[in-house]
């Protein structure tokens, strides 16, 4: 990026009420090209996002989410965009104030409201055109626009939007727009570069991709739906137009055929002062709530007869400009998440012609190129799913949901990151990932437990899933570039550990409750857990054994990364340290029936501790099997490991060789396919979230694990193909690697297995 400082505009009538609200601000410049254009090409960043269009189309979404200490910038091709004669480059910027609650929790904003172009545009006969903002451009502040939280409870998001359409703002992106009531921008004078927004960084990540889609039916008619199905049907097909008469009130629901992120546009004609509202929903619900958050009760996705429609609404007023040729449109700036719309509509003199409604989907560019099968009949199913679900959460950052959340958890993301390895071998928005997480480390050594999020929140042991992600990159693609500038943030945290031992040498009480406690010791959601906000309730007496044993697995897998990197003496430190740890867990935490305890002599078990204790090594051989088997053959004992932790446990039978005992797992997710579900849930009691991408398991094991393509050695310079059979009987398909695709078949009762 340029250092010129008089590319940084905003509007100079900002006020102290606009600094403390969200608020949509419209730029545009018009440039008139000379001759045919040959270059166009600019660097864009606004606070907080931007949406780019060049006479009218849809160019770019942006700035990639960025922190307090990295604030991106995105290089954007215009030519395809640019013609002979007048264009207009427009910008629609959504500000999110400084006040955490009022703005999307995972993207960071700054005291500087602005808006960022450098550029310019080049035709054949060598005439350049200037596009930066420093000259040329107008501003206005759309103050029909409002953002309203979708919960009184729990609103991260912050997207939802009460707004309408307004005569003014009729041909905004045409050229020869009257612009007699915008504003000239204020220019900063300068900024600062050695934070956020002054260091633009450029771009990590691929832009999101976007596809026009069409729904795919309607569900059902309202009471008053005015026109038949099949009327609505042709109309969503982009068949034909429906005239709703004036003073009329039309309802209905239709579906998207499955769970989506996307763009909506809704087109129309006349209509001045109708109301419309948009409610986006995953599911239809039954009556009733479950938990401290409200969560609706969930049954079968599509029971239209004893379910509603349950989710968040945006709601617009008509203008009444459209015409034929130049419609009114409505696209809410940020993307929704939905299955299924429930469009409603309240005409008033005016009628109101709907000309279109689709969707513009959009995410990461992912691309699947591993293919596998097995014997499981279940399997084709659950892969389709969970390789919707990890689509779905994959934007500018991974996600742990789109609909409730579009947070970056650190427990989340390490599975999600593993899924797109094994099915992918693309680790672009991994290092993202990683390097989000670094820069969020707190003085104490701990990151936050989701990052970007722009305010702290802690869970200590999501820090040692960080190391995790780190080990996982080393095995497959060896990065030892990328490994030496994430070391000291793997020594600080390791090191809070360290300083927060007990006397007796375990980890001492680091966190407690969500809501109560410094930290959070989350752990998991298991049903027993609900009262202790997913902390086994040990933690009411003192410290959690499972601290500990993340502490160990961290150090275990830090002292791998060291011996990489060829830091001898670090290596030792830190398997000394874990053999430590390992030592006061089995004297202070191991019952009298052999197992360890959820806290140090505290007679309470999990599943959770025996599984970490067999990955830890920290109980080996025999035992540790004993201590898994009996946690599954006694359920109703031990609180289980949920879909969030399923990939924990598969690893832990794994390792006892007792991986056949995960047939009956499966059908936690035979389950959600049974209820109609196309993404994986986030658990199987509570279904807040209908996709959570921690459970697109299958997408690890079927590759991974059953057809057994892993790396041995870092950076997949040795690899082993050990197909775990477990309860199978064939097994094939093709695994993408970062060093090519392998071929593998095998079948059981032949006794034979086929590498290529």
Known sequence: MSDKKSNWIWLPTWTAEDKENPALVLFRKEVEITGTPIAGKITISADSRYKLYVNGELVEVGPSKGDRQVWYADDVELLPFLKKGKNVIAVRVLRYPTIQSKGCFGIYRTEYPFLYVEGDAEDNLGRQYTLDTSEGWLGRKDEAFHIVSESDLFAPLQILENTGGSMWQKGWMKPGFDTTDWEIPYVYPDMNRACSPGNLEK???????????????????????????????????????????????????ISAGEEMTGYLHLLMEKGSGARIKILQSEAYVLGGEIGDL????????????????????????????????????YEPFWFRTFRFIRLEIITQEEPLILQKFDYTETGYPLEVKTKAAASDERFGKIWEISERTLRRCMHETYEDCPFYEQLQYAMDARTQILYTYAVAADDRLAKRCMEDFRRSQRYDGLLNCAAPRYDVSVIPGFSIYYILMLYDHMMYFGDKELLEKHLPTVEGILNFFHFHRSKDGYVDKI??????????????????????????????????????????????????????????????????????????????????????????????????????????????GEQGKQNLRETILHKEQYPQCSVAMAYYLFRALEKTGMYELTESYWDIWKKMIEKHATTC???????????????????????????????????????????????????????????????????????EVHIF
Not at 236 to 252: A, D, M, Q, Y
Not at 533 to 560: D, F, N, R, W
Not at 718 to 747: C, H, R, S
């Open 203 to 253: 771009r990590t990540i691929p832009f999101l991709y976007r596809k026009n889609r069409k729904f795919e039916k309607v569900m059902q008619l309202g009471e008053n739906a005015l026109f038949a199905k099949e009327e609505w049907e042709d109309f969503l097909f982009g068949k034909r137009s429906l005239c709703i008469p004036e003073k009329s009130t039309v309802s209905v629901e």
């Open 294 to 329: 409200k969560v609706p009760l969930k049954g079968d996705r599509e029971d239209m007869e004893h379910g509603y429609l349950d989710g968040f609404t945006d709601q617009y007023k008509c203008a009444g400009y459209g015409t034929v040729d130049e419609p009114e449109s």
């Open 511 to 620: 966190g407690g409750l969500n809501g109560k406690a410094r930290f959070w010791s989350f752990i998991d959601w298991a049903v027993e857990w609900a009262d202790t906000t997913g902390i086994p309730p040990a933690t009411l007496k003192g410290p959690v054994t499972m601290e500990s044993l993340l502490y160990i697995l961290g150090l275990q897998k830090a002292a791998k990364i060291a011996e990489y990197l060829e830091r001898k003496e670090l290596k030792q430190i830190l398997e000394q340290r874990a053999t430590a740890v390992q030592t006061a867990v089995r004297t202070f935490c191991t019952g009298p029936n052999r197992m360890l305890q959820d806290g140090p002599g505290i007679d309470e078990y999990s599943q959770h501790t025996q599984v970490f204790a067999v990955l830890t090594d920290t109980v080996t």
């Open 681 to 751: 849930v986030e658990d199987d009691v509570q279904e807040r979230s209908d996709c959570h991408a921690w459970g697109a398991l299958l997408l690890y094991e079927l590759p991974s694990v059953i057809l057994g393509v892993r790396p041995s050695k870092p950076g997949y310079e040795d690899m082993e193909v050990k197909p775990v059979l477990g309860y199978l009987t064939w097994a094939k398909g093709e695994v993408i690697t970062p060093k090519g695709t392998i071929q593998v078949e095998w079948n059981k009762d032949r006794e």
